[in-house]
């Protein structure tokens, strides 16, 4: 039983999804279900009512984009603050505040009659689901999970496509019966009846989880020949290797953001209809849950520092194909290459953080890192907005994405080196 809230066990069981989900699924479905009820709050869910919104506000493309990205911003800075607390928390009252953020954000949205008030429920969707859903989910998969990190970040990480998968399809179709208040009126709902009693009830027995972390995590300290050290966020800021990784960490978020904000730009511009780009969703959630796989077991083979210089590379292709071809069969290769750097990315980062700084400030470290993320995604709405509103064509704007990506890569292959110098020197 300690075996199995641990995450530690033999190499049979280690390479063993199956098994390793059957001794730990209750905790491992808490961290699937926050990913995927962090959907709600995602970019891509949220712009498929663009349109709707912008005729109700009577605002542009840039405006919409300014305002998305200004919210965004106020809680990438919130997030900071906020993130932290789940180092000192225990786990089920934070997650409660969480769901509670989530079910009034839903509401204010759906319900807001000023711009002003748009926002507001913006802002609050953006923290609640798509920062601190994330955070808690992600950041509980590496704590409590050492030698199974990657394969517990890879099982969490798959309610990420779930959601892509499902919550477009359902948004358009509910739009379109019932208009764009009134769905968001039924987000809010699922928020209380569905969402809060889940979470709740995957945690029931978590305490006993937790001591016996707090117990491992003594005995790792008083037993290491070299004091194990708990990096506090100053120290993390002067490291150069933070530096070094926080491009590539921080792309995907600013590409796809972007991208799916205006989407339905995109679709007008490629003369694909909005359906056949929202089904094309269900593309990259297949090719998140491969990659999430497939990577978690190569992390706990080897480790995510290495695998980072790769992670990259299917977006960059699919950027390439997005931006010179106009098939309408380019959108689903688009959301599959995508799906595989975004499966890698949630994965690979997640134990990359670990793996650098230990897991006793986890919570900390990585709610500056999530609110990094969530400030580059603030970024690209608004920058492609007033693009958009110059009249620059939409492959001028995948091109400008292709090349930040490629930009990102680079500093990898410097942080690869650095690592395997400072891992010689250790030995």
């Not at 809230?5 to 989900?21: C, L």
């Not at 798509?130 to 030698?147: K, V």
């Not at 972390?213 to 150069?240: H, I, N, Q, Y």
């Amino acid at each position: 039983m300690h075996q199995a809230t641990t995450g530690r066990f033999d190499i049979v069981e280690g390479m063993n999804y199956y098994q390793f989900f059957k001794q730990n699924a209750q905790f491992l479905l808490f961290g699937l279900f926050f990913t995927f009820f962090s959907g709600f709050g995602q970019t891509f869910f949220i712009s498929l009512f663009s349109e709707e919104i912008r005729t109700t506000f009577a605002l542009s493309h840039g405006s919409f984009g300014l305002i998305y990205s200004l919210a965004t911003l106020s809680s990438a800075a919130t997030l900071i603050f906020v993130g932290r607390y789940l180092d000192r928390t225990q786990l089920i009252t934070y997650t409660v505040g969480v769901c509670i953020g989530f079910i009034i954000a839903s509401s204010l949205f759906a319900l807001s009659p000023t711009v002003l008030w748009l926002g507001v429920g913006i802002y609050g969707l953006r923290l609640s689901c798509q920062g601190l859903m994330t955070h808690t989910s992600m950041t509980s998969m590496a704590r409590y999970f050492d030698a199974q990190r990657g394969k517990a970040s890879s099982i969490a990480t798959m309610g990420f496509p779930l959601s892509e998968a499902i919550f477009p399809v359902l948004g358009v179709a509910a739009m379109h019966a019932v208009g764009w208040r009134n769905t968001w009126l039924v987000v809010s709902s699922l928020g209380l009846l569905v969402v809060l009693p889940t979470m709740i009830g995957l945690l029931r027995g978590h305490q006993q989880r937790h001591t016996s972390w707090l117990l491992d995590m003594k005995r790792a300290t008083s037993s290491a020949a070299v004091p194990l050290k708990s990096w506090r966020m100053k120290e993390v800021l002067k490291d150069v290797r933070f530096y070094l990784v926080a491009p590539a960490v921080l792309t995907p978020a600013f590409v796809n953001t972007g991208i799916f904000f205006h989407q339905v730009a995109l679709v007008e511009a490629k003369g694909w209809s909005l359906t056949w780009y929202a089904t094309s969703f269900t593309g990259y959630a297949a090719a998140t849950v491969v990659a999430a796989v497939i990577v978690g077991w190569l992390i706990d083979r080897w480790n995510a520092i290495q695998l980072l210089p790769f992670y990259l590379l299917p977006i960059g292709f699919g950027l390439i194909a997005l931006a010179f071809l106009d098939s309408p069969w380019v959108a689903l290769l688009y959301m599959v290459l995508a799906g595989f750097t975004g499966g890698s990315a949630s994965v690979l980062t997640n134990a990359m953080w670990a793996e650098l700084y230990g897991v006793a400030s986890l919570g900390t470290i990585r709610s500056v890192a999530s609110a990094m993320m969530v400030f580059s995604s603030a970024l690209s709405p608004v920058l492609l907005g007033i693009m958009l509103d110059l009249d620059f064509p939409m492959s001028i704007l995948i091109l400008l994405c292709l090349v930040i990506t490629v930009i990102a890569v680079v500093p990898l292959f410097f942080l690869v080196r650095l690592q395997q110098r400072e891992v010689m020197v250790a030995r």
